[in-house]
T-cell receptor
Framework: AQKITQTQPGMFVQEKEAVTLDCTYD???????LFWYKQPSSGEMIFLIY??????QNATEGRYSLNFQKARKSANLVISASQLGDSAMYFC?????????FGAGTILRVKS | NAGVTQTPKFQVLKTGQSMTLQCAQD?????MSWYRQDPGMGLRLIHY???????DQGEVPNGYNVSRSTTEDFPLRLLSAAPSQTSVYFC???????????????FGPGTRLLVL
């Protein structure tokens, strides 16, 4: 069965520094997708970045990058140059056949 | 282009009451789904649909019904609400997975439901 594990319930980072949010996954399917979503205090789910299991290069979207280590089954999110507006809950999710399974999330707080 | 819309934003029900959470999308997405989010947990899939007339169960389907008569709409029905259904409900849509390529799912703003 597919499973996502996020081991960091909460993280602090100083403004302008980089932070890594951990995500490990478990699946026996060779084809899958990995997503990161941001959920600010207002509650909406915002898509950040996507990595396909067959992608050779790590995905990047602006200040977000995904450190994809397939052999270790990890898909960590790296946020560079943190901003106060990055304070939110972050969810890692794995897609299989259009269905998403989510991790429990990591709360990130950016300090000024 | 409104994306994914959900109504109502908030709802309070008494145990045993029924209601329908509405979800609509204007992106012509084949795939639509419903998730619930409980405190301290990620989202969990309730039901999903890969196209009009086709629905299937997700991880936590008990107590919920769905139907998909049009591409745009995917309502979620609670037939007899229970306090355990107090949660935040999200609707999402995407293009169908094609040749093993995952498609980004876009979420509605959510509906907060309290069952007393």
């Amino acid at each position: 069965a597919q499973k996502i594990t996020q081991t960091q319930p909460g993280m602090f980072v100083q403004e302008k520094e980089a932070v890594t949010l951990d995500c490990t996954y478990d699946t026996s399917d060779p084809s899958y997708g990995l997503f990161w979503y941001k959920q600010p205090s207002s509650g909406e789910m915002i898509f950040l970045i996507y990595q396909g299991s067959y992608d050779q290069q790590n995905a990047t979207e602006g200040r977000y990058s995904l450190n994809f280590q397939k052999a270790r089954k990890s898909a960590n999110l790296v946020i560079s140059a943190s901003q106060l507006g990055d304070s939110a809950m972050y969810f890692c999710a794995m897609e299989y056949g259009n269905k998403l399974v989510f991790g429990a999330g990591t709360i990130l707080r950016v300090k000024s | 282009n409104a994306g994914v819309t959900q109504t109502p934003k908030f709802q309070v029900l008494k145990t045993g009451q029924s209601m329908t959470l509405q979800c609509a999308q204007d992106m012509n997405h084949e795939y639509m789904s419903w998730y619930r989010q409980d405190p301290g947990m990620g989202l969990r899939l309730i039901h999903y649909s890969v196209g009009a007339g086709i629905t299937d169960q997700g991880e936590v389907p008990n107590g919920y019904n769905v139907s998909r008569s049009t591409t745009e709409d995917f309502p979620l029905r609670l037939l007899s609400a229970a306090p355990s259904q107090t949660s935040v409900y999200f609707c999402a849509s995407s293009y169908s997975t094609l040749k093993g390529l995952a498609q980004t799912q876009y979420f509605g703003p959510g509906t907060r439901l309290l069952v007393l």
